[in-house]
Structures are given as structure tokens and as C-alpha cells.
């Protein structure tokens, strides 16, 4: 039988290219999407799903006689913060299903992805490794955190093939952002284009890790695509593309705006983007499955405000929120 790959969260920031490329790879048939609610003009089969419901699940895993699951529903970072005990609630629960019925459907490979807020003030915040010691200080951090070592105890246990990516912020041209404190990395290209003054969340200088969506969407189908012999890290592997702050993407923006307008107005995600890296050691992705980024901050920019400017040029201003 080949691959029959069932997508939960596939209209989210990361979730909605995920979908189309892996669409493109193995055909439309074989590549089922599903969230709480239908895509609007969606061209594939799609599924809605409520992730908190273990039994819908199943019935779409049996139906489409799946075997591969790529779970990508999560509440973020700052939007976790609003509602700590749901997003909690939510975040494990929703793995738990996957994860159970993965199990119990003898799935080949699932695959859950982790973030860089999985770190806190106990781990160095340059070239930040793989194995540093996990203190999160978001309840969104924590689930990941959380959801790591429940991947890694599912393979000892069990034999699951779960796979795990921290992605650093990811910044995409195809749909807003959805709750992350390194949105302000997708959200100031749209200021841009559309010549309004940007309001940064953060400090001129808050330097995090970065990627371009093309680059993470790679990432995601090279690390599912290796064998399973060359997956030595089981709980998540750290990937890197560029480090950058705020007044470094500014300055790169200003090349093609120079009269684009910036203030700095830190809240409370200041707080958060604090306590992440400033810089990921990557080294064990690169070794195990030959991870290499492809875009620097230039590529970055010239991208965003090329697709951003043929959108908005066709009148494209779609104010939907989605989230990965």
C-alpha cells in the first residue's frame, strides 16, 4: 500500500503549505486534510476534525486507511498565554489522541512538531544544542516541552516512528499570523507593502531564530522522509535558518521602503522572546538527515515583499487568522 497521510490542524499558518506540497508529492487522493472547519475553495478531500475527539479521529484514520499523521494543531505562544489551563487542556489532549490512535492503528509515522519555546532561562541562549536543559516559561512551551518526551516514550514504549522539528519563528507569505511571539516577522512585511507604520511588539534588538516558511516545509518532508534508521534524536530535533532582530529586518525593509515607519512598543511577549535563544545548533539535523537552510534575511525580504505585493496588488486582503 503507499502513503495515505492524514493532516490534523491543515489550515493553519504552517499546516495550509504543508498540505499543498505534500499534495504535490503524493498526489491529491492521497492526502487527506482536516481542521474544525472546511478551507474555503479547497481543491482535495477534506475532513473536519475535532482533535479532542479521539473516536473522529479513528474513523478518518480507518476510512482513508491511513498511515502516516502529520499533527499540527496547537494553541501558540501568546495566544496560549490568555488561557493557560485550556491551552494546556487542548495541546496534550489533542497529542494523546494521536498518539493512541497512531499506536493502536500501527501507524508508520507521525509526525509533531516542537518549537524553540520549549527553552527557558536554563539553557544557553547562543547555539542553543538539542539536548539543553528544558525550562519553558509559557504554558505553550511547556506542552511542547511536555509533548517531546511523550513522542520519545511512545517510540521506546511502543515502537511509534514519531518525529519531531523545533521550529524557530516561521515567516511565510501565505496567510497572517496566528498568536506566535515571532509573528512580528510576517506582519511587518504586510506594513509594508500596504505603506502603514508598524507597530514592533518587541525590542529593537530582540534577536530569535528565524525561517523562512520554504525553508521549514523542507525541513518537515526531509526529516519524514528519512529512513528510520537515521533518526537518532526522539524527542525533537533543532533546525536553524537566520537569527535576526527587529531593526535588522527594518533596515533590510528600508531598501526597497526607505520611508517605512517603525515603533517599538515591547509587551508582554518582550518577556517571552527573552527567555528563547538568540541562536540554534542544528548540527544533529544536519548529520542525521542532511538539513541545510536555503534562505538568508535578504532572500527573506525579497521574497515576502514580492509575493506581498502581488496579493495586495490583486486585492487579496484577507484579514482570516490561522495558526499552526
Excluded at 530569535?208 to 533518526?231: N, Q
Amino acid at each position: 500500500m503507499g502513503t495515505k497521510i492524514l493532516i490534523i490542524g491543515a489550515n493553519g499558518q504552517l499546516g495550509s503549505v504543508l498540505t499543498e506540497e505534500l499534495k504535490n508529492k503524493f498526489g491529491d487522493e492521497n492526502v487527506i486534510a482536516s481542521d474544525l472547519k472546511e478551507r474555503d475553495n479547497y481543491n482535495g478531500i477534506f475532513e473536519i476534525i475535532d482533535a479532542t475527539d479521539s473516536n473522529r479521529i479513528e474513523e478518518v484514520v480507518t476510512k482513508y486507511e491511513i498511515n502516516q499523521i502529520y499533527h499540527l494543531a496547537a494553541i501558540l505562544s501568546a495566544k496560549g498565554e490568555e488561557t493557560p489551563l485550556i491551552t494546556w487542556d487542548i495541546n496534550m489532549k489533542t497529542l494523546f489522541n494521536v498518539l493512541e490512535v497512531s499506536r493502536r492503528n500501527k501507524i508508520d509515522r507521525v509526525f509533531f512538531p516542537s518549537s524553540i519555546a520549549v527553552f527557558g532561562e536554563g539553557a544557553p541562549l547562543d547555539n542553543t544544542p538539542d539536548d539543553a536543559y528544558l525550562n519553558p516559561a509559557t504554558v505553550y512551551g511547556i506542552s511542547k516541552a511536555a509533548g517531546e518526551n511523550w513522542a520519545q516514550y511512545y517510540f521506546l514504549r511502543y515502537g511509534l516512528d514519531v518525529r519531531s522539528i523545533r521550529y524557530p519563528g516561521v515567516i511565510g507569505y501565505q496567510s497572517l499570523p496566528g498568536g506566535g511571539t515571532t509573528d512580528y516577522a510576517v506582519d511587518i512585511y504586510h506594513k509594508a507593502v500596504l505603506k502603514e507604520e508598524f507597530s514592533c511588539f518587541l525590542k529593537e534588538d530582540a534577536t530569535l531564530p528565524m525561517i523562512f516558511m520554504d525553508d521549514a516545509i523542507r525541513a518537515t518532508i526531509e526529516l519524514m522522509d528519512a529512513p528510520k534508521k537515521d533518526i537518532n534524536v526522539r524527542t525533537s530535533y533543532n533546525i536553524a535558518g537566520i537569527s535576526f532582530a527587529p531593526a535588522e529586518i527594518v533596515a533590510e525593509i528600508r531598501k526597497l521602503y526607505p520611508d517605512f515607519k517603525v515603533k517599538y512598543e515591547p509587551d508582554f511577549r518582550q518577556e517571552i522572546a527573552s527567555r528563547w535563544p538568540r541562536s540554534i545548533d542544528d548540527a544533529s539535523a544536519a548529520s542525521d538527515w542532511g538539513w541545510k537552510p536555503k534562505f538568508d534575511l535578504k532572500d527573506i525580504t525579497e521574497v515576502m515583499i514580492q509575493k506581498l505585493q502581488e496579493k495586495y496588488k490583486k486585492g487579496s486582503r484577507n484579514k482570516e487568522i490561522l495558526m499552526f
